[in-house]
T-cell receptor
Framework: DGGITQSPKYLFRKEGQNVTLSCEQN?????MYWYRQDPGQGLRLIYY???????QKGDIAEGYSVSREKKESFPLTVTSAQKNPTAFYLC??????????????FGPGTRLTVL | RKEVEQDPGPFNVPEGATVAFNCTYS??????FFWYRQDCRKEPKLLMS???SGNEDGRFTAQLNRASQYISLLIRDSKLSDSATYLC???????????FGAGTILRVKS
């Protein structure tokens, strides 16, 4: 089945720890994105990548890092510098970078809680 | 002013009712608009794109009003399974990105 997978589904982190969220897609999409969703707020863009070995900061990149070594994979690291990391993290992909007519497909998300 | 604004609701309606949501956007240069549906604790999924001429998909109708900078979603003959959060999404030419509204909660009751 084609799609986007994210793991783990739930993640608990102690303060001061770095954690890495996995995102894999087999849709052969060039563009991938990471969003964060908090209660009562819209999705906010953390990082995006339109091609392997290239990525750009989104609106709230501070405290996060990414890599894009393979087309299929776009892992997100939440570092200890992120002051309020508890949130629902969503990975998405599209054929091209946010083309005005292109659909973004989302993975099932990772719910991160800082203890 | 937020780039995309929605009434958070919740809209509580009985089965079979017709319900409409509006969404306003701030950037008059925006060209593309979408409605996504998000179930509780799940990922958003595209419901429909919104075209200038309006479009209909079964019980769902989306309209665009560029002059007033809003889009709407009309759901006819509501089903229990329509209960979800509906996200308004606007493609911003500046920065070439999608901007998501916070969502409108719909609860359909029997």
């Amino acid at each position: 089945d084609g799609g986007i997978t994210q793991s783990p589904k739930y993640l608990f982190r102690k303060e001061g720890q770095n954690v890495t969220l996995s995102c894999e897609q087999n849709l052969n999409h060039d563009a991938m994105y990471w969003y964060r969703q908090d209660p009562g707020q819209g999705l906010r863009l953390i990082y995006y990548s339109q091609i392997v070995n290239d990525f750009q900061k989104g609106d709230i990149a501070e405290g996060y890092s990414v890599s894009r070594e393979k087309k299929e994979s776009f892992p997100l690291t939440v570092t200890s510098a992120q002051k309020n990391p508890t949130a629902f993290y969503l990975c998405a992909s599209s054929i091209v970078l946010a083309d005005s007519t292109d659909t973004q497909y989302f993975g099932p998300g990772t719910r991160l809680t800082v203890l | 002013r937020k780039e995309v604004e929605q009434d958070p609701g919740p809209f509580n309606v009985p089965e079979g009712a017709t319900v409409a949501f509006n969404c306003t956007y701030s950037n008059s240069a925006s060209q593309s608009f979408f409605w996504y549906r998000q179930d509780c604790r799940k990922e958003p999924k595209l419901l429909m794109s919104v075209y200038s001429s309006g479009n209909e998909d079964g019980r769902f109708t989306a309209q665009l009003n560029r002059a007033s900078q809003y889009i709407s979603l009309l759901i006819r003959d509501s089903k229990l399974s329509d209960s979800a959060t509906y996200l308004c999404v606007v493609h911003m030419e500046y920065g070439n990105k999608l901007v998501f509204g916070a969502g409108t909660i719909l609860r359909v009751k029997s």
